[in-house]
C-alpha cells in the first residue's frame, strides 16, 4: 500500500471533494422530483395503503396511483437552483410522495403517500394523510374492473335471450363500459356504468357491429347487472368490409403502396436521455407518465446561446380532459359523452407503440409504470417514444437576387424533436405529439384514427332516411354519429420566469386621419390596421374565442424586456381544430364540460386545479372543474398563470372514415415572440453539400434575368 | 433474311399493332398539351411576334410569355378519352399556342400564337390574333427592367447628393423596385414604379437598412427617375447582426445544432415521371411551371383501388394572386400592397432550389423555362422539386384493448408527396407545397420565411414610442412593418366529373324536443347538433368567412352518389392561416384585392378567370378581378365550378422574425368526403418488422389490465 503523501489534514479538501463528487452521482441515479413512480415505489405505496388503519374496509381497489408533485417553489428551487436554470449543483432531494385514489366500503379514498426518500426501504412508505370525497363524482374506472363488468353479460339471461333472438352466436359477443354521465340527478349516486355489446365473429372491429337497442347497467363497487333494456332489434351490420387488420381487409393489399423510407442519422441520435431528463439541440426537459394524463413534460428550458443562459418556457403541461360528445339524443346514445382522461384515462389507455409504424426507427422509447386495481406495478412498456423529425421542412431561409452580381441562398433545413404518446380508449384513436423547434417553438398536434362509433339501423341506402339521423350512413345497416372532441391542455407557462401575463394584441382597423399625431399621413391611403394590446385583468378576460377576430395572443413576462424594451413572451397560434361546443350552455354534458365554449382561459396557478373536468370526473356534475375555478374571476395579471387550451373538432363522419379513419390533424404552436433578441436559430449549420452542390450556394447573377442566360 | 411466314394479307394486322405501338411512343415525347413552352416553342415564339406586323412599334418587350392552355373540353377529352381516365389510347394532339403579352410603343400587347405542331419547325410558328389592353393595368414587370431601373439611382444626381449627406458610400447602395399601386387616379396613367434604396455595406441584408426617407419614382417605359423625394432622414440601421449568411452572423454557429440526418429509400423512388406527368400510389398528376403563377397542378386523379378506376380530382390549382399590404399610411409606405403573382411573377421569382437543403436528398427537379424581356428562352434549373416525405407520421392506426385474450395494434405509416416551389419576390420567402397523400387527401402547406420588410426609425428603445409605430421595433433604429399575406389558390375542382355543386354542412344547434319526428328522444339530453344542409345557388352563396360558425365546406359531384346514396365529394379543411383583410372596404388596395374579405370564393368556370387581381395587376384598379367577376353572381349549381380559397395571415412581427424569419405556416387541406366508398388506404401495406418486432403484433393480453404483467 502506497504510503499518504501528505499529512492527514492537508488531505481533507481532496476527501471533501471526493464525497461531494459521491453525492453528485448518487443524485443522477435518485429520481428526479417528478419523476412517476417507480415499479418498487408503487409496490411500497400499496403496501403502505394497505397497513393503513385509516381505510379498513375491503375489497380495497386503487383507482389511481402517482405521483403527488411537490410544491412548485421547491421543484423550481431542484431544477434551477438560485432561479437560474443550470445551477443545481447544490440541488436537495425532495420528498417523494403519492397521491392514491382507491374505492372501499363503497366510498373514493384519497390518500397522501411518503414514499421512503432514498427508495430503499420499499416498504417503509406511510401514509400522511386520508380523506374521503364527499363530492359529486367517481375515480377513474381501472381496465379491471371493466373486464370483470364484461364478462357480465354472457351469463346475464335477459341478454343471453336478447342475444338468441337476434340469432347471434354468444360467443362472438364482446361488451365494453360507457360512462353514464350526469343529467341533473340530485340524489346519492350509485357508481353504475352502462354496458353496450357487439358483435365480433368474423371481425376484428366489433365496434362495428352493435347490437342496437340493447343496454345494461353495471353497478361497479357491487360487480353485477342492475339494469337491462332491449328496446329496439336493427339488424347487426355485416362483418364483411369491417377488419383492418392486414390480410383480412382484403382484396389483399389493394391499396396504394408508396415506397419505404427510412431515417439515418449518420452521427447518430441528437438527443440524450438522462433518467426522465431529454437534451436536444436547444431544449431539456422531463418526460413524465401518468395512468390518468398520460406524457407529462415538465421544466421546459430553452438554451439562449446569445445570453449563454438557458431559460424557463414551461413548468408543465399534459392533457387534462378529453370531452367526446355525441349528438343523437336516443336511449342507448344520449349518455355517450365521455371524458376520456377523467373516465378512461389517457395512461392507462396507452398501449405499447408499434417501433417502425407508430414511431420511425430513430426513436428512443419510455416505459409508462402504472398500478393495477389490486395496486400492484404494471410496468408498462414503450408507452411514449421520442424521435428526431426530418420532415423536409425548412427552419428559415431566404434567396437574395437583389444584387445585380450574384445570386445568395442561404437555407437552414428544419429538424425538430417530437415526444408521441398514442392513446386508444375504445374505438377512436388520439396520436398526441409533442413538437419542440430549435426556433424556441413547441408544437401540439393532435391526430384523430382509429374505429368510428356506429349504430345500428335497418337504413341501408341514404334515400331512405326521412328523419334526422344524427349520423352519416358509412356502410350498410351502419350510421356513424355526429360527435365533437375536445382536448383540453393545461399548459403552465411560466416564460422566462414564473409571473406572467395574458395579453391580447387585438388587430383593429384605423381610418387613415393624416394626422401624425394618431398615426396617419397626408397620402392617399385611407385605412390601416394597428395592434390594440389588452392584458387581462381576470379569468373573464381570460377567456377567448380565438375565432371571434383577429389577435395575437401572447403570454408574457412584465417583468422582463428585451434589450429594445419589447416585453418578453410566448405566442399561441392555432393550426386548425378551433372547434369549440355548441352544446346548450343548460344541458348536462354541457354543464360539465363547460370550458369548452372558449378554447382559451388562463387561471392562477392553483396545484389542485389540474382536470378541466374536475378529480372525480366519472358521473360529474361541473361543479369541480375548470369552469368552475375560473369562475371564481381572479386575478391572472403578473401572477403565475396557467393557460389552458382545448383543441376541437366537430366530426361529421364520411365513409372513408369507416372501417378506420385515415388521420385527421388539428394543433397549435406556442412560438417565442420578442423572447430571444433575435432569430435564436441564425447561427444554425448549413446542410453539408449533396450531389456536387453546396447546398447553400453563392449563383453567379447571370442564371437569373438581368444578364439572362440564354439558351 | 428470314422468310415472311405469313402472306402478306395476314401480317395486316400485326403491321397495324407495330404503326400503333410507334405512334404510343412518339406521343410521349410529343408535349402533352398542358406542358409548359419548351425553349425552342419559346423561340420560335419570340421569333413570330418579332415578324409579326400587328405589333410595329420597337423598342418591343415580352412581359409575359405563356402556354395559352387549349379549351378545357379538349384537354379532357386528350387526357381522359372517352370521359373516362385511364382511356387514353387514341388521344389526339392539341394544337399549341402561346399567349404573349408585350410592351410596344406606350402599350400592352396581348398576343395569341400558333406554336407548330410537331414542334420540329421552330420558326413556323405565326401569331393567330392580336389586341391591344385597353384597361386600368400593366403586365407583370421583367426582371430586365427591374435591374436597369435600380441602376439608375447612382447617377441621379439628387439621390448622389442624399446619399453623401447621409455619409454613406454609394458603392454601397442597393435599390429595388415598388409598384406604386393604383389610389383613385382617374387619368390615364403611365408605367411607373417607386425606387426605394438600402445600404448593403458589410451585410448581404440590405432589406435591413433602408435609406428611409427616399424615394424616387421611375417611368418603366423611358426608363427613366421622373420624381424624387427626400422627405426626411432618419440614421441607417446598422449592418451588425442583419447578416444571416453561415459564418457571417456571428458568432459562428452558436445555435442549437440537431443531429443530421437523410431519408433512405431501400426499393427507390416510389414515384415515377414521364414528360411533366407525375405518378406515384393511387396519384396521377402534370406539372407545369409558368412564369406568373409558378407552379400549375393538372388533371389530378386518383385510382380508386376498389373501383378499379382513376377518378377526377382536380382539373387545375395553382396560385393565383398573393397580396401583401403593409400598414403604415406614411408616404414612403403607403403603397406597399403588393400583388407579388400579377407584379412581379411568382415564376420569375422562383430561383434555384438548394438539393439537401430547400428539399431532402430524394428529390427529383423540374426546370422552369420562361422568356426574357427581349423574349428569348431562359432555363431555369430546379425550380420545382418533387420528393417523398416520411415525417414520422401515421396514415391510419387502432390499438384494440377490448379483447379479454389479445392486444391488437395495426398501424399504417403516412407517406406522402411533396411538390415544392420557393417563391423569392423581394425579402419575403415563400414555399409553397401541394402534397399529395395516398387517403386521397391534398395539402396545401404556405411556409413564410426570409426577410422583413423594415423602416428606418430614430427610435432605439420602444420606451421612446409614443404615437402609432406602425410596427415592431426588432433592432435598434429598425421598425418591422404590421403587413399581411394572403395567397390565393384557383382550384378548378372538377370532383370525379366536370360538374360539381358546393355545400355547407352548416353544424346547428337543435333542442331535444323529445319527439322522434324531428330527431329528438325521451331523455333526459337537451341538446346536440346536426348537419344544416345549404347548397350554394350562386356566387353570392359561395363567399364564406371560414371562422363565421361551424360547417364543414364540400365540393359535392351532384350527379353522382356512393353505393350507400351519398354524395361524392371533397371537403376543405382550414389548418390555421385563415385571416381575412381588416382593410376599409372604400380603400384602393382593399378595392384591388377586395376578394380577400372572405376565405372562400366559387365561380363558375370560364377560361379567362385565372388571374384574382386581373391579368394586369399592376396599377389595377379592381374591375377585373375576382370579386368583380363573381359580383355577377352566376349560378354555381350543378356547374363546372372554380373554388378559390385564399389563406391569410396578419403579421405583427417579432424580434425572432430578425434579421431572418424561421418559418410560419399555414394551410389547407381538401380531403375526399364520401368520394371513396370506404377508406381507400384499407389496404396499404403493413411496414416491415423493426428491431425483431413485426411492427403490428398482436400481443398477449396480460401485457395490460385485466390480467395485468405484476412485476
Known sequence: MARLPLPLPAMLPLLLLAVLSVTAAAASSRPHPLDPLTLAEITAVRAAVLASPLVPARPLTFHYVGLDEPDKPDVLAYAYGGGTPGRRARRQPLQRRALVIARAGGQSHELRVDVAQNGSAADAATVLSHAIHRGAGFPTLTLEEQFAAVALPPAYPPFVESVRRRGVDMADVLCAVFPVGW?????????????????????????????????????LDRMAIVGYRDRVAYPVPKAEGTDYRAGKAGPPLAGPQPAPGLVVQPEGRGFHIDGNIVRWANWEFHVGFDMR????????????????????????GFVSEVFVPYMDPVEEWYYRTFLDTGEYGLGLW??????????????????????????????????ICVFERYAGDVAWRHTEAGFPDRLITEVRPDVTLVVRMVVSPGNNDYILDWEFKTSGSIKFVVSLTGLLEVKGTPYTHADEITADAHGTLVSENTLAIYHDHYVTYHLDLDVDGTNNSFVKNVITTKRNTGDPATGGADTPRRSYWTVRREVAQTEADGEVDVDAGPADLLFVNPGKKTRLGNEIGYRLITSGATAASVLADDDFPQRRASYTKKQVRVTPYSKSEKWAAGLYADQSTGDDGLAAWSGRNRGIMDKDIVPWYTLGLHHIPYQEDFPVMPTLSGGFE??????????????ARPPASTHGHSANRVMPGDVFAGKTQVI
Open 183 to 219: 343529467f341533473g340527478d340530485a340524489g346519492a349516486p350509485r357508481r353504475v356504468a352502462k354496458m353496450l355489446c357487439f358483435v365480433a365473429g368474423a371481425t376484428a372491429n366489433f365496434y362495428a357491429r352493435p347490437i342496437e337497442g340493447v343496454a345494461m347497467v353495471v353497478d
Open 670 to 683: 406556442l412560438r417565442p415572440s420578442n423572447f430571444f433578441e433575435r432569430n435564436p436559430i441564425l447561427g
Open 350 to 383: 396507452a398501449f405499447p407503440l408499434q417501433p417502425g409504424a407508430d414511431c420511425p426507427a430513430n426513436t428512443a422509447y419510455f416505459d409508462g409504470s402504472y398500478a393495477g386495481q389490486d395496486g400492484k406495478p404494471v410496468g408498462g412498456e414503450n408507452r
Open 293 to 316: 394524463a398520460g406524457t407529462v413534460i415538465s421544466l421546459a428550458s430553452v438554451h439562449d446561446a446569445d445570453a449563454g443562459t438557458r431559460r424557463r418556457v414551461l413548468y408543465r
